[in-house]
């Protein structure tokens, strides 16, 4: 007979505990499933709700069932429903009938709750960390790179010149606003639903400051019916978890464009590549592009957990047991990527020669061009004009910008003189675009100590 099964009159269906049973995925809540059972004997206790010795077997108890778990002694059978009744049921067996006090007080629906808030700041704690990793990554690479001069896309063409140092630190940014909204997620998840009750709380004297405290969190919940109910918090990972997925791939179409032969700005280390089964000559940024495909698999994530909760009325509903799958495997898949992403990262060889080459090829200095000739007082449309004359000029010669001789740059516009040359050169155009979050050498600088305090003022 189930736990809960003294109204029933004929055992369940086996094809309806199959179908029930969460056992097969909840089962990794078991630590704070335990941990926040440890706090709730304590609590009851404190509040002479059950006796002293009851509460020192409970704990003596709970303590060998996660010892045992941690260590694999204990297998998670089907037809034990959930992580939950499985804990519960072992408990009495090896405690006798002070185990079945333990759930005094309590609902499944707040307990649940109160081992998802657990585990998502968890997991927003393992998520930060990996960002910090990615981030300081970002920051090493981008103080290196801070004078290597590549072309600035727009559309995918060559648009100006930037610097990688500058291209880094554009993901630098993106990245920092995952972990702000991660933190975010962290706090929203950051109170406890214990003495919620199934969802009207309970008429035993349960102390809940108390409860919430011994499990670190910041706060209760405060309403016992959003309390069972709400799964914002999880939204709230799933959502940062899509956007950052979705900044990670960026960065993979990025490099498998750059490590393509038409590019050639990148070399990916050969342990982050794979080959092919049948052409010898080709090294495939597999790693990138999976990551760029998993992204798509945390969008379902986030838009799985958003249907499930659309129509659900207050409070609990079984629906809501579809949570945790769809929570577990975003977590996963992004802490994944993130990992190995920040290894290919690591060992990714920038081939700067070649980012130069390619930003003068490109007449990226056409604008400067231009800016030249309106400091010599020429219209700014006048000016735009002679200098798309000039990059048709230069296409059919087969030459860049700074090629022409004066006299041809003449032919073209009177205004010109010697020191255009110094004007368009790239490291002068790059230098002269100092504005804050600029590419300028001294303006990246300037980024990666701003990046490098923000990150150690954070508090992860």
Same mark, same amino acid.
Do not use: C, W, Y
């Given at each position: 007979m189930k736990l809960w099964g003294?109204?029933?009159?004929?055992?369940?269906?086996?094809?309806?505990?199959?179908?029930?049973?969460?056992?097969s995925f909840d089962r990794r809540l078991f630590a704070q499933d335990i941990l926040g059972s440890m706090a709730h004997a304590r609590m009851l206790c404190r509040q002479g709700i059950i006796s002293q010795e009851d509460e020192q077997a409970i704990q003596s108890g709970l303590q060998s069932i996660l010892t045992d778990m941690q260590a694999g002694k204990i297998s998670f059978p089907p037809e034990s429903e959930d992580i939950h009744m499985l804990v519960e049921q072992i408990l009495t067996e090896r405690i006798g009938d002070a185990g079945k006090r333990l759930h005094t007080g309590r609902s499944r629906n707040d307990q649940v709750a109160t081992d998802m808030h657990l585990y998502a700041k968890d997991t927003c704690g393992d998520t930060l960390a990996l960002l910090r990793e990615l981030e300081e990554t970002l920051l090493q690479l981008a103080k290196k790179?801070?004078?290597?001069?590549m072309p600035g896309y727009t559309h995918l063409q060559r648009a100006q010149p930037v610097t990688l140092g500058h291209h880094l630190m554009a993901y630098f940014e993106m990245f920092k606003r995952d972990m702000i909204r991660v933190c975010q997620a962290r706090d929203a998840a950051d109170s406890c639903p214990l003495g919620s009750g199934a969802l009207a709380g309970t008429t035993y004297p349960l102390d809940r400051a108390f409860t919430a405290a011994e499990l670190g969190f910041a706060r209760v919940c405060m309403n016992s019916l959003d309390g069972v109910s709400d799964r914002d918090f999880l939204l709230d990972y799933l959502a940062a978890a899509s956007i950052g997925m979705m900044h990670l791939s960026r960065f993979c179409e990025e490099m498998v464009l750059w490590s393509s032969l038409e590019f050639g700005f990148l070399t990916l280390d050969d342990g982050f590549a794979t080959g092919s089964s049948m052409m010898p000559q080709k090294k495939n940024p597999d790693v990138a592009e999976l990551i760029r495909g998993k992204t798509g698999r945390v969008y379902g994530d986030l838009q799985a957990l958003l249907t499930v909760m659309k &129509?659900? @009325?207050l409070a609990y509903n079984k629906d809501m047991q579809e949570?945790?799958?769809?929570f577990f495997d975003a977590r996963d898949t992004w802490l994944k990527c993130l990992h190995v992403f920040t290894e290919m990262l690591k060992t990714a060889s920038f081939r700067t020669q070649r980012m130069h080459d390619s930003a003068s090829a490109g007449f990226a200095n056409a604008t400067d061009c231009a800016d030249y000739l309106v400091?010599? &007082?020429? @219209?700014?449309?006048?000016?735009?004009?002679?200098?798309?004359?000039l990059v048709a000029h230069c296409l059919s010669k087969g030459c860049a910008l700074d090629d022409l001789s004066l006299e041809e740059l003449r032919s073209f516009c009177p205004a010109f003189d010697n020191d255009v040359y110094a004007a368009i050169s790239l490291s002068s155009c790059v230098a002269a675009r100092n504005l804050i979050g600029g590419p300028a050498p001294e303006k990246v600088l300037s980024a990666v100590a701003a990046g490098e305090q923000w990150l150690a003022e954070q508090k992860l």
């Open positions: 003294g109204r029933f009159q004929k055992e369940t269906n086996q094809m309806v505990d199959d179908f029930h049973s969460s056992i790179h801070a004078e290597d001069v &129509g659900l @009325p949570d945790k799958e769809s400091k010599k &007082g020429v @219209p700014f449309r006048d000016a735009h004009a002679v200098a798309g004359r």
